[in-house]
């Protein structure tokens, strides 16, 4: 049970912003929100995470909902090379990573 | 290395055989994790090692699998009479101690088929 919900699919033009929305609505206070992405033939790599506040990094940024029920990661300026499945995930504490589906990105040239 | 190194990365193996995966983790992680992923499918948990604690084998689909990691270094998933549908490939992540606020690193994974 990845207790998140995401869009199995999105398609985005190249070098437009991307938004990629997940829902948690049964968050807990101290889960943390992470996001992963799988590129093809690769292993998942670590985007970004939060717990209350928006977070940037030189990847993307995350915007967190006020309740902290959804989150959206943002892709400022998405290149051919950002097409993977995105993964958005509850992580609390020592608790194992539990990874739903995920949304699989593709990049329109 | 600094990354996660998994090994074989590709593994043949006869039905009815059985498989060794091994993992090295990133030094100092003291969680652990192997997933497995099929053709075209999500990552499914298997098993989770932190720290001292008794691992997390919930994940684990029957008693052929098994996994085993030394103090907080090298493990090692062992599949025991294979069988085609353990054909996928075995992802090995970790992570600092507290893996709900640090991200995981994973290995690029291990592709299993049985013949």
């Known amino acids: 049970d990845a207790k998140t919900t995401q869009p199995n699919s999105m398609e985005s033009n190249e070098e437009e912003p991307v938004h990629l929305p997940c829902n948690h609505s049964t968050i807990s206070g101290t889960d943390y929100i992470h996001w992963y992405r799988q590129l093809p033939s690769q292993g998942p790599e670590y985007v970004i995470h939060?717990?209350?506040s928006n977070v940037n990094n030189r990847m993307a940024s995350l915007a967190i909902a006020e309740d902290r029920k959804s989150s959206t990661l943002i892709l400022h300026r998405a290149t051919l090379r950002d097409a993977a499945v995105y993964y958005c995930i509850r992580a609390f504490g020592n608790e194992k990573l539990t990874f739903g589906t995920g949304t699989r990105l593709t990049i329109i040239p | 290395g600094a990354g996660v190194s998994q090994s074989p990365s590709n593994k043949v193996t006869e039905k009815g055989k059985d498989v060794e995966l091994r993992c090295d983790p990133i030094?100092?992680?003291?969680?652990l994790y192997w997933y497995r992923q099929r053709l075209g499918q999500g990552l499914e948990f298997l098993i989770y090692?932190?720290?001292?604690?008794?691992?997390?084998k919930s994940g684990l689909p029957s008693d052929r699998f098994s996994a085993e990691r030394t103090g907080e270094s090298v493990s090692t998933l062992t599949i025991q009479r294979t069988q085609q549908e353990d054909s996928a490939v075995y992802l090995c992540?970790?992570?600092?101690?507290?893996?709900?606020?640090?991200?995981?690193?994973f290995g690029q994974g291990t592709r299993l088929t049985v013949v």
């Open positions: 030094s100092g992680h003291t969680a």
């Open positions: 939060g717990l209350t």
């Open positions: 090692f932190q720290g001292n604690s008794a691992p997390d």
């Open positions: 992540a970790s992570s600092l101690v507290i893996p709900g606020r640090r991200e995981a690193f």
